[in-house]
């Protein structure tokens, strides 16, 4: 068995075989970008921002040092890539594919810019080796590491590149920016845990980062895994009519996860802390791009990192992969406190994606105009929803200002202001438009058989399916298509003229992530055999949850139908860890209290931290050292009616 942290992200490794796979053996029956989705290219080369193109291009490149070349970082899986900008040289060309939005083309040549950069004296940031940019303070004697990375592998190959070019320091610090997975995974390929311990090195994050970056990736993080498969495109080719970039980076790496707990909480803003010579003044946000994130002013340095609270896209205010929704309002308002406390002083800003922005009229234009455009989707969503308009409706009533679209990280090449507008509906009304009807719908694939025999059949939709594809006219043929698929999903016709309606619709979008969306449904689509996938929630995970999590997240597999009609309580004890709770079954709900435990209950279970953990992660598995005092019929009820979750659950197909 591999240790725990060589099991991450199992899904993303099946993903990547069936890439290859798909790579050097599928028929590619995707299409070319029509006369309708060329003509919407067209028009994109009027937007203002043409107008200031080499400013990106500038900053992406300013302080290179050094890179890799070729840049392909292998996986500690045999025979696996955790990172390969090789794939992505397509984009370089100075020709663009018609296949792909001229916004997102060129925000994907600005991506593909990698290697150790300089941005400011003793600051430095590794960017193109992952999706997010590593970003690296000199101290006195030894660095100061800010946001590691998505996997081991590529945190390990930045800081070789980082050793190789400037000399060989020791980490001092690290620090997490927020509880994102592609912002802290790459920790032990940076530091080791021991180093931690003893103390030689100190683990900076906001308060309240552990519950945050397990309870967003737990919880729900079979469905989010999935979601992100579509999000990311981690299925599709890398070519022109495939993968691109997700607009915030190329996709997030693939491979070892890890996370070391933080040593220092950092709990209001103004906090000082001090590392090996380098002062930092943090900046809390709270409900802003994360539930908890810090941004740092570094005045030695005259340099403000904003880690995600600016990019240079407008990013999403709810994640196509699904989390918690964010808030407009207050990320505006953080931006706001950030260009008030520092924006006068700072010389250059810095983020954790993308290129650092150089000098303070450019420092102070970023932060404002970001936080215009946020509290410009709150503000105007609200107007909307004051005046009766429903979420669809509002969202395609909104466009940004236009005093803003000169400004490249203005554009939707993450988030689109659509995006934002639903998402913020849904954080000030929820999923109701106030209309009755909506309370309650039938379930998709019976009302989708419905819809089929009121349009008149399958055979005689789908002529008209054709007539409308002909006009260019795809969310119409996709929005209606869809009737077809869930009605018979066997129906390959109408499963092809939806995938060619998404299709095109990913060819036109300026957003990667929507892209990917459109292009991984139609893939889906197309498919003849459903795609099977391996459960990815890391060990190493499950390993720092507390025992109250990891039972919260057992209580998530209970499957109502097993569970119909038990009743009864069992003691658990951790033998290891002396942890122990009390476990009630009953009204089909599993409940707890930690430390109590009950001389009436009906079991006792006594077993290692380890197997409780690798009950919550896989309850199929046999579960080693248990021991059973009392009714042992009942442990063995508890753990059957306990689910496993399909990874590679249907999305477009019913």
């Given at each position: 068995?591999?240790?725990?942290?060589?099991?991450?992200?199992?899904?993303?490794?099946?993903?990547?075989?069936?890439?290859?796979?798909?790579?050097?053996?599928f028929?590619?029956?995707?299409?070319?970008?029509s006369?309708?989705?060329?003509?919407?290219?067209?028009?994109?080369?009027?937007?203002?921002?043409?107008?200031?193109?080499?400013?990106d291009?500038?900053?992406?490149?300013?302080?290179?040092?050094?890179?890799?070349?070729?840049?392909?970082?292998?996986?500690?899986?045999?025979g696996?890539?955790?990172?390969?900008?090789e794939?992505y040289?397509?984009?370089n060309?100075?020709?663009?594919?018609?296949?792909?939005?001229?916004?997102?083309y060129?925000?994907?040549?600005?991506?593909?810019?990698?290697?150790l950069?300089?941005?400011?004296?003793?600051i430095?940031?590794?960017?193109?080796?992952?999706?997010?940019?590593?970003?690296?303070?000199?101290?006195?004697?030894?660095?100061?590491?800010?946001?590691?990375?998505?996997?081991?592998?590529?945190?390990?190959?930045?800081?070789?590149?980082?050793?190789?070019?400037?000399g060989?320091?020791?980490?001092?610090?690290?620090?997490?920016?927020?509880?994102?997975?592609?912002?802290?995974q790459?920790?032990?390929?940076?530091?080791?845990?021991?180093?931690?311990?003893?103390?030689?090195?100190?683990?900076?994050?906001?308060?309240?980062?552990?519950?945050?970056?397990?309870?967003?990736?737990?919880?729900?993080?079979?469905?989010?895994?999935?979601?992100?498969?579509?999000?990311?495109?981690?299925?599709?080719p890398?070519?022109?009519?495939?993968?691109?970039?997700?607009?915030?980076?190329?996709?997030?790496?693939?491979?070892?996860?890890?996370?070391?707990?933080?040593?220092?909480?950092?709990?209001?803003?103004?906090?000082?802390?001090?590392i090996?010579?380098?002062?930092?003044?943090?900046?809390?946000?709270?409900?802003?791009?994360?539930?908890?994130?810090?941004?740092?002013?570094?005045?030695?340095?005259?340099?403000?990192?904003?880690?995600?609270?600016?990019?240079?896209?407008?990013?999403?205010?709810?994640?196509?992969?699904?989390?918690?929704?964010?808030?407009?309002?207050?990320?505006?308002?953080?931006l706001?406190?950030?260009?008030?406390?520092?924006?006068?002083?700072?010389?250059?800003?810095?983020?954790?994606?993308?290129?650092?922005?150089?000098?303070?009229?450019?420092?102070?234009?970023?932060?404002?105009?970001?936080?215009?455009?946020?509290?410009?989707?709150?503000?105007?969503?609200?107007?909307?929803?004051?005046?009766?308009?429903?979420?669809?409706?509002?969202?395609?009533?909104?466009?940004?200002?236009?005093?803003?679209?000169?400004?490249?990280?203005?554009?939707?090449?993450?988030?689109?202001?659509?995006?934002?507008?639903?998402?913020?509906?849904?954080?000030?009304?929820?999923?109701?438009?106030?209309?009755?009807?909506?309370?309650?719908?039938?379930?998709?694939?019976?009302?989708?058989?419905?819809?089929?025999?009121?349009?008149?059949?399958?055979?005689?939709?789908?002529?008209?399916?054709?007539?409308?594809?002909?006009?260019?006219?795809?969310?119409?043929?996709?929005?209606i298509?869809?009737?077809?698929?869930?009605?018979?999903?066997?129906?390959?016709?109408?499963?092809?003229?939806?995938?060619?309606?998404?299709?095109?619709?990913?060819?036109?979008?300026?957003?990667?992530?929507?892209?990917?969306?459109?292009?991984?449904?139609?893939?889906?689509?197309?498919?003849?055999?459903?795609?099977?996938?391996?459960?990815?929630?890391?060990?190493?995970?499950?390993?720092?949850?507390?025992?109250?999590?990891?039972?919260?997240?057992?209580?998530?597999?209970v499957?109502?139908?097993?569970?119909?009609?038990?009743n009864?309580?069992?003691?658990?004890?951790?033998?290891?860890?002396?942890?122990?709770a009390?476990?009630?079954?009953?009204?089909?709900?599993?409940?707890?209290?930690?430390?109590?435990?009950?001389?009436?209950?009906?079991?006792?279970?006594?077993?290692?931290?380890?197997?409780?953990?690798?009950?919550?992660?896989?309850p199929?598995?046999?579960?080693?050292?248990?021991?059973?005092?009392?009714?042992?019929?009942?442990?063995?009820?508890?753990?059957?009616?306990?689910?496993?979750?399909?990874?590679?659950?249907?999305?477009?197909?019913?």
């Open positions: 068995m591999l240790c725990s942290h060589m099991k991450f992200f199992r899904v993303l490794i099946s993903i990547l075989c069936l890439v290859l796979i798909c790579g050097t053996g028929a590619d029956n995707r299409n070319d970008a006369e309708y989705t060329i003509a919407i290219h067209e028009k994109m080369n009027d937007t203002p921002a043409w107008d200031n193109n080499d400013e291009f500038d900053f992406a490149t300013r302080g290179f040092i050094a890179t890799d070349d070729p840049l392909t970082i292998p996986s500690v899986y045999p696996y890539i955790s990172w390969d900008m794939a040289k397509y984009l060309n100075d020709t663009r594919p018609d296949t792909i939005n001229p916004l997102l060129r925000q994907s040549q600005l991506n593909n810019i990698n290697g950069f300089e941005v400011t004296d003793g430095y940031q590794v960017r193109g080796y992952d999706v997010t940019s590593m970003s690296l303070i000199k101290g006195d004697t030894g660095w100061i590491v800010i946001d590691p990375m998505t996997s081991v592998e590529t945190a390990q190959a930045a800081m070789e590149l980082v050793n190789r070019s400037l060989d320091f020791p980490v001092k610090a690290v620090i997490y920016s927020h509880p994102h997975a592609d912002h802290y790459g920790v032990k390929g940076v530091i080791t845990e021991e180093e931690v311990k003893t103390g030689d090195v100190q683990i900076i994050a906001p308060e309240h980062f552990m519950e945050h970056a397990l309870s967003e990736n737990v919880y729900a993080g079979n469905a989010m895994q999935r979601r992100a498969t579509y999000q990311y495109g981690i299925q599709l890398k070519d022109a009519k495939g993968n691109v970039d997700i607009g915030l980076g190329k996709s997030p790496s693939v491979g070892v996860a890890s996370l070391i707990a933080p040593t220092i909480d950092i709990t209001h803003t103004g906090q000082k802390v001090s090996d010579g380098i002062d930092m003044e943090f900046h809390l946000t709270t409900n802003t791009e994360a539930p908890v994130e810090l941004d740092i002013w570094f005045p030695q340095k005259k340099a403000l990192l904003m880690a995600e609270d600016c990019t240079a896209t407008l990013h999403n205010v709810l994640t196509l992969r699904g989390a918690q929704v964010r808030d407009p309002l207050a990320w505006a308002n953080a706001d406190e950030a260009r008030q406390l520092y924006g006068d002083q700072a010389e250059v800003v810095f983020c954790s994606h993308h290129w650092p922005r150089f000098g303070n009229d450019k420092v102070i234009e970023l932060l404002e105009n970001q936080r215009d455009l946020y509290k410009y989707i709150n503000d105007q969503t609200l107007n909307l929803i004051n005046k009766g308009y429903t979420m669809d409706e509002i969202a395609s009533m909104i466009e940004p200002p236009e005093s803003l679209r000169e400004f490249w990280y203005t554009y939707g090449f993450y988030g689109q202001i659509y995006m934002g507008v639903k998402a913020t509906y849904q954080k000030y009304l929820g999923f109701y438009d106030g209309n009755p009807i909506n309370l309650k719908r039938l379930p998709p694939e019976e009302f989708a058989s419905y819809m089929t025999e009121y349009m008149g059949g399958a055979e005689s939709t789908m002529i008209r399916l054709q007539e409308h594809y002909d006009a260019g006219e795809y969310e119409l043929v996709a929005s298509a869809h009737y077809l698929v869930f009605a018979d999903p066997t129906n390959m016709a109408a499963r092809e003229i939806e995938a060619a309606a998404l299709e095109q619709l990913g060819y036109q979008t300026e957003s990667g992530t929507a892209r990917n969306a459109y292009l991984s449904a139609a893939q889906d689509l197309r498919r003849e055999e459903p795609i099977k996938e391996m459960s990815g929630i890391s060990e190493d995970i499950m390993k720092a949850m507390t025992m109250s999590q990891l039972l919260d997240y057992i209580s998530v597999r499957n109502k139908e097993k569970v119909n009609g038990e009864y309580q069992m003691n658990l004890i951790l033998s290891d860890s002396g942890d122990k009390l476990i009630q079954v009953k009204n089909d709900v599993l409940v707890y209290r930690v430390d109590v435990q009950s001389s009436e209950a009906d079991v006792t279970v006594t077993m290692p931290r380890k197997t409780l953990e690798q009950l919550a992660l896989n199929t598995l046999a579960l080693e050292d248990v021991t059973v005092t009392g009714d042992s019929g009942l442990f063995d009820r508890f753990v059957s009616m306990l689910d496993v979750f399909d990874p590679g659950f249907n999305i477009v197909l019913p």
